[in-house]
């Protein structure tokens, strides 16, 4: 079996295990294989002409350098490293999301080009060496001098918008990302029953469901 | 894409609809099964959302991860195509005012991709010029529409409960998913304050109601359309059935360009331009019926000048293009410490929230007259484009996991600050009626044509203390929630005089109504009490259009009840002969 196909016998028994605990309705369970089968299909499939042309425009030309793509890759490794729970930006493809969403969203490009320029000035003023080439604590030594606005110098300010919008790239790419969304653990957006919040959730947060809630909502076996 | 579409057929219709939106799709639905044959004409593309929609697609699965475009705006794997603007087919907007104004192109028109919030007018909200002096009255009450709201409750399917309340009437209704964790606690702290809060309404089943459509298993993406049916799009639950009736000959990339008339000043047909080789054609029927969407319902209209209708068709009363009106909307959101660090689970429920606040409050006790209503949102919901945005506003005020941290950072620490947050996020908006003034109106832009050669619509639409006045309460009213809740305000804390309260600019929530109003004086109305033309009584208009008011709900089961009632009054009609 490849890849694709055992995928899919995965989904298509989840799937048919969970809808016969509480249904018999083959219908709807059919309806779900289905579904569940078009996320394998193709990457572009719900795409229209004008949209898919747009990709490829998007996609037609590289607006970072090499250099600048180096710099893009340490900073947003920077700032989110591996830890126990998961692997770094880099691992998880931020310097490409990063690099295609400059394309796609063209507002970032000058306040990005102008900010890694920034900070190579900067390095180059201290270290008399781009940033990509320092050492790593000396690299920490310039990011810390950005990463706090709230007590960065003035003359930092430059530096901080320019780190700020690197963190905020940075960290939508990696959480959007297969390897962010199983770290931040959202277990969603497949076939399920919602069965209200898990009695022990609700007991932590004391609270509980009112009877008109139990009596008049859609009732699956909450423990089930 | 679905195979439901034809090729030009000269052929002689009962009826041509423009648009297959709320309340066209609803229009071919009632004239097919009543054996009429019926021209469905939509300038967009064919979907069909089985084969078309991105529902369970995953972040990564969009190199922009979800981010909005300008072909989807709400998002890459939204279901809606085209929003804020089309390439080629500009509007203008009268100096000093603002409108946004959203259209989908597309089979289903903005119900692929809309809220699912389903709401009946109450008797009130079909009278309130008989209640505080403003507006107009309409011509027919809850009890002429209260059938239809039956009916297609039955036919659509809706979920919420019977709570007695008297202007948010009681319907047939599936039962509703439980509240989510945020929901309880937004519940809890509202009602602690005096403001109710009880399961929302929309139409999605979570129970099965018949074969050609699915359960609901609870993934959230509503917004995306649904493949197997289990909410309420217009092209999938309507339009398809209707076609399948072998009645219905759908049109699709036809952008029609006005409605044609006869030396006795009535509809003959529809001129189009069919948009795969930009030439012009004419459908002809028995009755034309608008359902472009009630802005462009107007703009077709408006350029449909004829010897007989000199200042547009249906339009001797010149009230075409006014009382314009849209939702108002304000917002509040925040972060609630509680949330943080909180255990995982799949609660994605339905595509929307499952609790609302109707309106509560008596407004003769307050400075603006009309109510609104509130809608949640909150939770542990799929991450997307924009995730972790604006982190350094945010970390340097917590405790994370027992440690103050300081603003912005990076590193391992900045990672376990993310993970914290995430899923503690809780908001609110405010969806109110706005009055239908006569001086807020879009009319035909002398100056701007479209691609198609088509004239443009020009808006001029302005708020007044009303509305800003109520954007205040509503502002006031949200922050003591959260308040009351425990959050931090992310967002809306700071709106005041000078951004109007965070009061949304018109036609930014997207419920455009009243361009084409009904009334029983045909010198203030453009339609009658049957959506049919004062003036030409082979025409209709079964969108927002022939709204008079809108109420503090929002308007799509509205629209489809009107054009149920208005469909099945030209079935009538036409058996005896009348039209
Ligand atoms: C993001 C969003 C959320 C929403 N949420 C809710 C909600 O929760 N509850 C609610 O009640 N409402 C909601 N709405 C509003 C709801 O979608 C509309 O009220 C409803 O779809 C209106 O139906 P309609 O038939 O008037 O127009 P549409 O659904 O817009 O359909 C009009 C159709 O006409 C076609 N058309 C336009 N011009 C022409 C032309 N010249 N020739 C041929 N065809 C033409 C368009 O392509 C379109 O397909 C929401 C809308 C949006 C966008
Ligand atoms: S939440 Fe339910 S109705 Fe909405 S898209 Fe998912 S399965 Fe369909």
Redesign the pocket.
């Known amino acids: 079996m490849d890849r694709r196909e055992s995928l899919k016998a995965i989904v298509l028994s989840t799937v048919s295990s969970a809808l016969l605990l509480e249904s018999c309705d083959s219908k709807s369970e059919e309806q779900v294989a289905q579904v569940l089968e078009t996320p394998e299909s193709s990457p572009g499939d719900w795409r229209t002409p004008e949209e898919l042309e747009r990709l490829k425009l998007v996609t037609s030309k590289n607006f970072f350098t090499e250099q600048e793509l180096a710099t893009i890759t340490i900073l947003s490794d920077i700032i989110i490293p591996a830890d126990e729970v998961s692997g770094s930006a880099s691992e998880a493809g931020v310097p490409d999301f990063i690099e295609f969403i400059v394309k796609d969203k063209p507002e970032f490009q000058t306040p990005m080009r102008s900010g890694l320029k920034w900070l190579d000035i900067q390095s180059l003023n201290q270290y008399e060496k781009p940033f990509r080439d320092l050492n790593e604590g000396q690299q920490l030594e310039m990011v810390d001098a950005i990463a706090y606005p709230e007590r960065a110098a003035p003359e930092m300010k430059k530096g901080v918008a320019f780190f700020s919008l690197m963190r905020n790239l940075t960290a939508t790419g990696f959480f959007t990302s297969e390897m962010g969304v199983n770290d931040i653990g959202y277990v969603g957006n497949r076939p399920n029953q919602w069965k209200g919040v898990p009695e022990e959730v609700l007991r932590q947060h004391n609270l509980v469901y009112t009877e008109k809630e139990l009596r008049e909502c859609v009732t699956f076996d909450r423990n089930a | 894409m679905a195979d439901y579409q034809i090729k030009e057929e000269p052929k002689q219709y009962d009826a041509v609809i423009i648009g297959s939106g709320a309340g066209g799709g609803m229009a071919a639905y009632v004239l097919a099964n009543a054996g009429l044959k019926v021209c469905l004409l939509e300038a967009g593309a064919m979907y069909d959302p089985a084969t078309d929609s991105a529902?369970l697609k995953n972040p990564w699965e969009s190199p922009r991860r979800g981010a909005s475009t300008k072909f989807r705006p709400f998002g890459d794997f939204d279901g809606c195509y085209w929003g804020w603007e089309i390439d080629g087919e500009p509007y203008t907007q009268a100096e000093g005012t603002s409108w946004d104004w959203w259209r989908a192109r597309m089979l289903g028109g903005r119900t692929n991709h809309w809220g699912r919030i389903s709401l009946r007018f109450g008797p009130k909200d079909f009278k309130h010029r008989s209640i505080d002096g403003l507006g107009e009255d309409w011509p027919i009450g809850y009890e002429d529409v209260k059938p239809y709201y039956d009916k297609v409750d039955r036919l659509i399917g809706v979920f919420g409960t019977n709570e007695g309340l008297e202007n948010e009437p009681d319907g047939i209704f599936l039962p509703p998913p439980l509240p989510r964790l945020h929901e309880l606690k937004i519940k809890k702290a509202a009602q602690g304050i005096g403001i109710p809060v009880i399961p929302s309404r929309l139409s999605?089943?979570t129970k099965k109601i018949n074969d050609e459509r699915g359960q609901?298993?609870?993934?959230?993406?509503?917004g995306?359309s649904?493949k197997?049916y289990?909410?309420f799009s217009s092209g999938s639950c309507l339009v398809k059935p209707a076609v399948a009736t072998g009645n219905v000959d759908v049109i699709p990339n036809a952008m029609a360009r006005e409605v044609v008339t006869d030396s006795e000043g009535l509809a003959t047909g529809v001129s189009y331009v069919n948009k795969d080789d930009m030439l012009d054609y004419q459908v002809n029927g028995r009755v034309v019926i608008l359902a472009a969407s009630a802005c462009e319902s107007a703009r077709l209209l408006l350029n449909s000048v004829s010897r007989r209708h000199p200042n547009g068709l249906a339009n001797s009363s010149d009230v075409v293009g006014k009382y314009l009106h849209d939702s108002t909307g304000a917002s509040v959101s925040g972060v609630l410490p509680e949330l943080m660090g909180r255990k995982r689970y799949n609660e994605?429920g339905?595509?929307g929230m499952h609790v609302y606040t109707p309106w509560w409050l008596d407004n003769k006790k307050l400075d603006f007259p009309r109510g609104y209503h509130i809608e949640y949102w909150g939770g542990m919901q799929q991450p997307a484009y924009g995730f972790g945005w604006g982190v350094e506003n945010l970390n340097g005020k917590l405790q994370v996991n027992g440690k103050t941290k300081e603003a912005g950072g990076y590193g391992k620490s900045l990672k376990e600050d993310y993970r914290f947050m995430y899923g503690a996020s809780v908001g609110m908006a405010g969806r109110g009626e706005a009055i239908a003034f006569e001086s807020n109106y879009c009319e035909i832009d002398p100056n701007v044509v479209d691609k198609y050669g088509i004239p443009v619509l020009r808006f001029n639409v302005k708020y007044s203390d009303y509305e800003i006045n109520q954007a205040k309460h509503m502002n006031q009213t949200f922050k003591e929630i959260l308040h009351e809740m425990g959050a931090i305000i992310t967002s809306g804390g700071d709106a005041g005089p000078h951004n109007n309260w965070g009061l949304q600019n018109p036609g930014k929530i997207i419920h455009e109504a009243g361009t084409v109003r009904m009334g029983n004086d045909p010198k203030k109305s453009a339609l009658n009490k049957w959506s049919q033309a004062h003036d030409c009584k082979n025409l209709f208009c079964v969108d927002g259009g022939q709204f008079v008011s809108q109420g503090d709900k929002n308007i799509t089961w509205t629209i489809m009840a009107l054009s149920m009632r208005a469909s099945e009054y030209i079935v009538d009609q036409m058996k005896k002969q009348n039209i």
Request: proline share 0%; charged share 15%.
């Open positions: 529902q999605i089943l609901c298993f609870y993934c959230a993406q509503c995306r649904c197997v289990a909410d994605d339905v595509g």
